[in-house]
T-cell receptor, first 116, second 113 residues
Framework: KAGVTQTPRYLIKTRGQQVTLSCSPISGHRSVSWYQQTPGQGLQFLFEYFSETQRNKGNFPGRFSGRQFSNSRSEMNVSTLELGDSALYLC???????????????FGPGTRLTVL | GDSVTQMEGPVTLSEEAFLTINCTYTATGYPSLFWYVQYPGEGLQLLLKATKADDKGSNKGFEATYRKETTSFHLEKGSVQVSDSAVYFCALFSGGSNYKLTFGKGTLLTVNP
């Protein structure tokens, strides 16, 4: 089975621009979660989508948004980029079961975003 | 809310040394516990997991036991290799309406030949 794929792997943007990142989950997985990783804050949860609906959202400003398509692929968008948005953005896919004993999140390689 | 506390790094060991990375957690209910590993320039890889008390997760010589009485999930390996050099993250998943992984801050392990 193919793993989680993320595109692009690297991005360089300037302040004020917007960016869209893409994530394709493992076949059969219906849940996609997004995380931001920075040296200072570590790994922080952005949001989770299941069957095209956002089920959970982290504590990030409204500039961060996402969506999920009918084939479970997901995109996240960051508008009006700030220097502090420079980070590794990780996508994880899972079955989406709410029972913690039956679900596991598998991560993609990440998209490295640099904001200049 | 949920939280994970991991021992601060970095940890530097010689090849074939014994490794322990401590992890304790706070959570409501009965979470699943995980160790993920991140090699330079890569995403997170699932190393092992345990879904209930007294479960032992194991993979590639690494082990961790879910201890509910001490709310701990310490990672151990009997003999580390240079190729084990990476950042290790302890995480928990409570499920339910709080569908997200909560991570510790990560521990950088460097193994010298």
């Amino acid at each position: 089975k193919a793993g989680v794929t993320q595109t692009p792997r690297y991005l360089i943007k300037t302040r004020g621009q917007q960016v869209t990142l893409s994530c394709s989950p493992i076949s059969g997985h219906r849940s996609v979660s997004w995380y931001q990783q920075t040296p200072g804050q570590g790994l922080q949860f952005l949001f989770e989508y299941f069957s095209e609906t956002q089920r959970n959202k982290g504590n990030f400003p409204g500039r961060f948004s996402g969506r999920q398509f009918s084939n479970s692929r997901s995109e996240m968008n960051v508008s009006t980029l700030e220097l502090g948005d420079s980070a590794l953005y990780l996508c994880a896919s899972s079955l989406g079961h709410r029972n913690p004993s039956t679900d596991t999140q598998y991560f993609g390689p990440g998209t490295r975003l640099t904001v200049l | 809310g949920d939280s994970v506390t991991q021992m601060e790094g970095p940890v530097t060991l010689s090849e074939e040394a014994f490794l322990t990375i401590n992890c304790t957690y706070t959570a409501t209910g009965y979470p699943s516990l995980f160790w993920y590993v991140q090699y330079p320039g890569e995403g997170l890889q699932l190393l092992l997991k345990a879904t209930k008390a007294d479960d032992k997760g194991s993979n590639k010589g690494f082990e961790a036991t879910y201890r509910k009485e001490t709310t701990s999930f310490h990672l151990e390996k009997g003999s580390v290799q240079v190729s084990d050099s990476a950042v290790y993250f302890c995480a928990l998943f409570s499920g339910g309406s709080n569908y997200k992984l909560t991570f510790g801050k990560g521990t950088l392990l460097t193994v010298n030949p």
